[in-house]
């Protein structure tokens, strides 16, 4: 299975691509990505599709962007940084002197080291990114601003879709959804899709899936309405818990974002995992919105989803800018982070209303449950253990039970497999 290192060189494999909404370097992407998960389904969409509320746009590509002085010296070059050219920039091939030039430029005054991730998707216009204190170094002149780019509206959107089917439950679905629509840009683009194409990985190597498991990949907003407008009545159906991946690279602490009332299996199994890892975590209101979970929670979808990232989107100064390089994200940032989905999945794959088949306590020691030689601290594991069958009236779930006691619900699984096996417990199907 891929490891966090496995993680950090696809993402240095996909982080040079010039992604955008529509075109050649989502492709691009996405074909890397099959290279991992041959299960891996490309679709396209037509431009100029009806979507819910909008419209897919036409497709957008780029050749070649620069600005060069007089004697032909580049200034900038799309091909050292593509956060040069502002996303969906028409075609352009102007001499401009220094004060015409500044109108097509965006700086960042109040981070005049870094270049700006600018777009414009929907607004017709031509532009460029730098620093400022590029811009403020640039002397009189003429300037050639040239732009080799084409909008098609013959062109599509592309998205990609992996289905792992379930075995006990097949029509009960695990949701994970990331975005492949940015730039050059490490935690906010490149993260995500690593830790998902990891998840898939695992999700496959599981020997007995409960659940079956729909994982995609997607340009942000306009993907996921795409996606949710040919597919949402199935995904109401069969969804339990969804989770939108995002900004997941970095080493700092976790975030959820929740779902609109924060009352979803979703935000429950993740706030039980996120409790117990042991460096803190941060925790938002669907309030502070920002990614997929604006489509996904909105009223009248309600796909019951919450969002995980590491440093959440606009909580890091290099958000939306050329200092998100490679060097913001580790092996072991994405690794933590597959590690907090994996214990979700887990949790899911046993969660479920248990019940002692018992009357009053059972006799552990007959059965190997309980300590022969009592000292300090031996008691603290089988306490847990009888304060989980306490629990396990068939009112509450695994994720219940492990909120009640104060122990880790991924902890408890191995309980209930052992309770199982001696014939002490059941879940809700066998006892209905």
Request: aromatic content about 10%; overall charge negative; some cysteine.
């Amino acid at each position: 299975m891929m490891n966090g290192q496995d993680m950090m060189d696809l993402a240095v494999r996909i982080f040079p691509i010039c992604r955008s909404i529509t075109g050649d370097g989502v492709r691009k992407t996405l074909k890397i990505l099959q290279e991992y998960c041959e299960d891996l389904q490309i679709y396209e969409v037509s431009c100029g599709t009806q979507v819910f509320d909008w419209t897919i746009p036409d497709e957008w590509n780029i050749t070649e962007a620069y600005i060069e002085t007089e004697d032909g010296h580049r200034i900038i070059d799309f091909e050292d940084n593509n956060l040069y050219v502002v996303g969906y920039s028409l075609p352009m091939d102007a001499w401009l002197d220094l004060a015409g030039l500044k109108q097509y430029i965006h700086t960042l005054p109040e981070q005049p080291d870094l270049i700006p991730y600018v777009t414009s998707y929907y607004t017709k216009r031509s532009g460029f990114c730098m620093s400022q204190t590029m811009l403020d170094g640039l002397p009189e002149g003429k300037y050639h601003a040239v732009i080799k780019s084409t909008l098609d509206p013959q062109g599509s959107l592309t998205y990609g879709e992996i289905i792992i089917p379930g075995t006990k439950e097949p029509d009960k679905e695990i949701f994970f959804s990331s975005y492949v629509c940015h730039p050059s840009m490490a935690n906010n683009e490149c993260s995500g899709p690593c830790v998902l194409t990891a998840l898939a990985d695992y999700i496959r190597s599981m020997s007995d899936r409960r659940y079956s498991y729909r994982l995609i990949l997607i340009p942000e907003t306009i993907g996921s309405i795409t996606y949710l407008s040919r597919n949402l009545q199935k995904m109401q159906e069969r969804i339990i818990a969804g989770f939108n991946l995002t900004c997941v690279g970095d080493d700092m602490q976790y975030t959820i974002v929740h779902s609109r009332y924060a009352d979803t299996l979703a935000d429950k199994v993740l706030m039980n995992v996120l409790r117990y890892r042991g460096n803190g975590f941060k925790e938002c209101s669907y309030l502070e919105r920002g990614s997929d979970e604006r489509q996904y929670c909105f009223p009248g979808v309600d796909i019951p989803l919450c969002t995980f990232s590491r440093t959440k989107f606009y909580d890091y100064p290099e958000y939306h800018t050329s200092g998100d390089d490679l060097n913001l994200i580790s092996a072991q940032g994405l690794q933590g982070a597959f590690d907090v989905m994996e214990e979700c999945i887990r949790i899911l794959e046993y969660n479920d209303r248990y019940r002692v088949k018992c009357l009053c306590e059972p006799q552990l020691g007959r059965r190997g449950l309980y300590p022969q030689v009592s000292r300090k601290g031996v008691y603290d594991e089988v306490r847990k253990l009888q304060d989980f069958i306490l629990y396990a009236d068939g009112c509450n779930d695994l994720i219940d039970i492990s909120n009640i006691i104060d122990y880790p619900a991924v902890k408890l699984i191995d309980m209930i497999q052992t309770l199982t096996e001696h014939g002490l417990l059941a879940g809700s199907g066998q006892y209905k």
